[in-house]
């Protein structure tokens, strides 16, 4: 057994030494030991280890998930977990960062010499793997084209989207298949067989040119090169092709004839949702949607969403919606695969395949973008870029009144290079808000041709369904707490009110609902349930509509989302707004100037105290409820003015 440098990573002395005993009894170095995040980081980087053992509850408190996560990165080291809770909500957190193995103290020798030779062995396929596709990127970063990579067996084991668009298949359709399958029959592809076996012994051949039959029954004639790829998994049997068609120009159909219509029997609205967080997308989204079905019954709607809560939200006949893979935002701007054991690159290519096929299979007459012009980190591009080619769609950004301050948006936009493909994807823009109360348009400088043909729809509030709620206690009278999907708000709005309530227990005469929401981190809600132990308080983590609950309550706290605050303002309560401030500056730029109307209390985080939250409340309790918002200025009928606008359209359909 060749011995392994073990980097371990543990507070507790007593276990740090006992895993230092076992690791070195077991043959293998200790490169060194460290209590916390920054003292793993330094000897990471002088030691480059292997394998970290890693305590997922540092000192200084710091997060083990968290380190581990950088110093796979930064080291592409294996990463064996260590906790004294196995429970599934800290597992799952684990998987995100890709563990290699999980130990639950106590521990035997024998428990971690398994989990070591388990890592390892998984740690060398991740690292092949990851040799391989840098081999393969490389090579395709070179040659450009319309590329398939086969086996030893000639399966297909890579496809580019070039490769998929010239043949007519999804690029996950090919994966499996013999390459005579997909190049259109083994006839078609007879002539390039004795060519695979000469590159696979090392032989280098001229350009074969073939003709293959596309998915729709077309002949293309195309020349294929051919070379030998160094793949360790197929021991250099693998073989790259690369295909290029000689007669494009006489093989592109003719464009069929169109005609225009006005938007309703028989057109196809695509929405598109990125949805890596939160529900404040989603919602919004399900609130145009229901809308849409309702005053065009006979229309479809297909809402391509990533949320993984979408399944929780009724669909309203005529409408659907495709489900991507799930993201979660690792830092700023950089997202990883939520659920899937595949990289950032990996799940941006599989989400971007699966959009722009749905939007080709589905042939949309109209494309809402809600939120994001290119989609997360680009992956809307290719789909723009067909319906661009192929035309015949209005393509529409939806935008909220407020995205962060316009400094902050305007170069996020520049460094990006989110204003081009603004400019040349997009036909029109609708602005979910008033531009009295807020104008996105001037502020984040959306180009003028653009801007022109904005529209502002009003507010987007969720749908009253009329769901009942039973969120009356007796007759106590209810406050309500909410911080939206559970994103963020826990530590600033929730546990603050149950330290208030706990302070001021005796003066308390109402009884609460806090709703946590469905992405609240499982250790925080633990913490939450705990703290509101023997307190007047009920805690739901999810509701599909908040409508009957808010409508009961006599005041409201919450944080200051889009959704959030259009539904206090369309049920005219009683509210202390508490903005979330870590990330951007969108939540206190309205929370203010909805105060600044008289319309809510708004309270910077950093001055929450039990006492100070306590006379917020007493204060706000004295006043009657709020008049209508629309009597302000801020109007509410936002997604009936997107039907509105929709009818306005005169979409392009095929004449026959």
């Given at each position: 057994?060749?011995?392994?440098?073990?980097?371990?990573?543990?507070?507790?002395?007593?276990?740090?030494?006992?895993?230092?005993?076992?690791?070195?009894?077991?043959?293998?170095?200790?490169?060194?030991?460290?209590?916390?995040?920054?003292?793993?980081?330094?000897?990471?980087?002088?030691?480059?280890?292997?394998?970290?053992?890693?305590?997922?509850?540092?000192?200084?408190?710091?997060?083990?998930?968290?380190?581990?996560?950088?110093?796979?990165?930064?080291?592409?080291?294996?990463?064996?977990?260590?906790?004294?809770?196995a429970d599934q909500a800290t597992v799952e957190r684990t998987e995100q960062v890709g563990a290699a193995g999980y130990l639950v103290k106590p521990f035997t020798q024998a428990q971690v010499r398994a989990a070591i030779s388990t890592a390892f062995a998984s740690h060398a396929r991740l690292v092949t793997e990851q040799r391989r596709n840098r081999s393969l990127q490389s090579m395709l970063e070179r040659i450009g084209g319309a590329v398939f990579v086969v086996d030893g067996d000639d399966r297909v084991t890579f496809a580019n989207q070039s490769a998929a668009e010239l043949i007519g298949w999804p690029v996950y359709r090919t994966?499996?298949?013999?390459?005579?399958?997909?190049?259109?029959?083994?006839?078609?592809?007879?002539?390039?067989?004795?060519?695979?076996?000469?590159?696979?012994?090392?032989?280098?051949?001229?350009?074969?040119?073939?003709?293959?039959?596309?998915?729709?029954?077309?002949?293309?004639?195309?020349?294929?090169?051919?070379?030998?790829?160094?793949?360790?998994?197929?021991?250099?049997?693998?073989?790259?092709?690369?295909?290029?068609?000689?007669?494009?120009?006489?093989?592109?159909?003719?464009?069929?004839?169109?005609?225009?219509?006005?938007?309703?029997?028989?057109?196809?609205?695509?929405?598109?949702?990125?949805?890596?967080?939160?529900?404040?997308?989603?919602?919004?989204?399900?609130?145009?949607?229901?809308?849409?079905?309702?005053?065009?019954?006979?229309?479809?709607?297909?809402?391509?969403?990533?949320?993984?809560?979408?399944?929780?939200?009724?669909?309203?006949?005529?409408?659907?919606?495709?489900?991507?893979?799930?993201?979660?935002?690792?830092?700023?701007?950089?997202?990883?695969?939520?659920?899937?054991?595949?990289?950032?690159?990996?799940?941006?290519?599989?989400?971007?395949?699966?959009?722009?096929?749905?939007?080709?299979?589905?042939?949309?007459?109209?494309?809402?973008?809600?939120?994001?012009?290119?989609?997360?980190?680009?992956?809307?591009?290719?789909?723009?870029?067909?319906?661009?080619?192929?035309?015949?769609?209005?393509?529409?950004?939806?935008?909220?009144?407020?995205?962060?301050?316009?400094?902050?948006?305007?170069?996020?936009?520049?460094?990006?290079?989110?204003?081009?493909?603004?400019?040349?994807?997009?036909?029109?823009?609708?602005?979910?808000?008033?531009?009295?109360?807020?104008?996105?348009?001037?502020?984040?400088?959306?180009?003028?041709?653009?801007?022109?043909?904005?529209?502002?729809?009003?507010?987007?509030?969720?749908?009253?369904?009329?769901?009942?709620?039973?969120?009356?206690?007796?007759?106590?009278?209810?406050?309500?707490?909410?911080?939206?999907?559970?994103?963020?708000?826990?530590?600033?709005?929730?546990?603050?009110?149950?330290?208030?309530?706990?302070?001021?227990?005796?003066?308390?005469?109402?009884?609460?609902?806090?709703?946590?929401?469905?992405?609240?981190?499982?250790?925080?809600?633990?913490?939450?349930?705990?703290?509101?132990?023997?307190?007047?308080?009920?805690?739901?983590?999810?509701?599909?509509?908040?409508?009957?609950?808010?409508?009961?309550?006599?005041?409201?706290?919450?944080?200051?989302?889009?959704?959030?605050?259009?539904?206090?303002?369309?049920?005219?309560?009683?509210?202390?707004?508490?903005?979330?401030?870590?990330?951007?500056?969108?939540?206190?730029?309205?929370?203010?100037?909805?105060?600044?109307?008289?319309?809510?209390?708004?309270?910077?985080?950093?001055?929450?105290?039990?006492?100070?939250?306590?006379?917020?409340?007493?204060?706000?309790?004295?006043?009657?409820?709020?008049?209508?918002?629309?009597?302000?200025?801020?109007?509410?009928?936002?997604?009936?003015?997107?039907?509105?606008?929709?009818?306005?359209?005169?979409?392009?359909?095929?004449?026959?």
């Amino acid at each position: 057994m060749n011995p392994r440098r073990i980097l371990i990573v543990e507070d507790e002395m007593v276990v740090q030494l006992h895993l230092t005993r076992i690791v070195e009894e077991l043959g293998h170095i200790v490169v060194g030991t460290a209590a916390d995040r920054d003292e793993a980081l330094e000897l990471a980087a002088n030691e480059r280890p292997e394998l970290v053992l890693m305590d997922i509850h540092l000192a200084a408190g710091t997060d083990g998930v968290e380190t581990a996560s950088k110093l796979v990165q930064e080291h592409a080291c294996a990463v064996i977990f260590i906790s004294a809770y196995a429970d599934q909500a800290t597992v799952e957190r684990t998987e995100q960062v890709g563990a290699a193995g999980y130990l639950v103290k106590p521990f035997t020798q024998a428990q971690v010499r398994a989990a070591i030779s388990t890592a390892f062995a998984s740690h060398a396929r991740l690292v092949t793997e990851q040799r391989r596709n840098r081999s393969l990127q490389s090579m395709l970063e070179r040659i450009g084209g319309a590329v398939f990579v086969v086996d030893g067996d000639d399966r297909v084991t890579f496809a580019n989207q070039s490769a998929a668009e010239l043949i007519g298949w999804p690029v996950y359709r090919t994966y499996g298949r013999l390459l005579a399958d997909v190049l259109g029959g083994s006839a078609t592809a007879a002539p390039l067989m004795p060519c695979l076996g000469r590159v696979r012994t090392g032989a280098l051949t001229d350009p074969a040119t073939i003709e293959i039959r596309d998915l729709d029954g077309r002949l293309r004639l195309v020349d294929v090169s051919m070379e030998q790829v160094d793949d360790a998994d197929t021991n250099g049997t693998g073989v790259l092709l690369t295909l290029r068609q000689r007669q494009p120009a006489a093989l592109v159909p003719a464009e069929p004839v169109r005609a225009t219509k006005a938007f309703g029997k028989g057109t196809r609205l695509l929405v598109y949702s990125h949805d890596t967080f939160g529900l404040g997308h989603l919602r919004r989204c399900m609130a145009l949607i229901k809308a849409v079905c309702a005053r065009h019954p006979e229309a479809s709607v297909l809402l391509v969403t990533g949320s993984p809560m979408v399944h929780r939200y009724g669909m309203p006949q005529g409408s659907d919606y495709v489900k991507l893979p799930a993201l979660v935002k690792v830092e700023a701007e950089q997202y990883e695969a939520r659920s899937l054991q595949i990289s950032g690159d990996a799940i941006r290519s599989l989400r971007s395949n699966l959009i722009l096929h749905t939007v080709r299979d589905y042939r949309p007459n109209m494309l809402l973008v809600d939120h994001s012009p290119t989609g997360s980190r680009g992956e809307l591009l290719p789909a723009l870029k067909w319906l661009q080619e192929n035309r015949g769609c209005q393509r529409v950004l939806g935008m909220r009144d407020i995205l962060d301050d316009p400094k902050s948006v305007i170069e996020h936009w520049q460094r990006s290079g989110i204003y081009e493909p603004l400019e040349q994807n997009y036909d029109h823009v609708v602005v979910y808000g008033n531009r009295e109360f807020y104008d996105p348009v001037t502020r984040y400088e959306l180009p003028p041709s653009l801007a022109s043909r904005a529209r502002f729809l009003n507010y987007v509030c969720t749908p009253d369904d009329g769901l009942k709620d039973g969120s009356v206690h007796g007759q106590k009278p209810t406050i309500m707490v909410t911080i939206g999907g559970g994103d963020g708000g826990g530590d600033t709005v929730i546990l603050p009110f149950l330290q208030m309530l706990r302070t001021n227990l005796h003066a308390i005469d109402f009884h609460s609902e806090i709703l946590t929401g469905p992405f609240v981190e499982p250790e925080l809600e633990q913490r939450m349930r705990e703290e509101a132990e023997d307190l007047p308080v009920t805690i739901r983590s999810f509701l599909p509509s908040t409508a009957a609950m808010m409508r009961s309550a006599e005041l409201v706290i919450a944080t200051a989302g889009y959704n959030t605050c259009t539904d206090i303002l369309s049920l005219a309560r009683r509210a202390i707004l508490i903005p979330r401030v870590l990330y951007r500056q969108e939540q206190w730029i309205r929370a203010s100037r909805l105060a600044e109307l008289g319309l809510v209390t708004c309270l910077h985080p950093d001055s929450i105290t039990p006492a100070s939250l306590f006379a917020a409340i007493q204060e706000a309790r004295k006043h009657t409820p709020l008049v209508q918002a629309r009597e302000k200025g801020l109007p509410i009928d936002g997604a009936l003015k997107f039907a509105e606008f929709c009818a306005s359209l005169q979409v392009q359909v095929d004449a026959s």
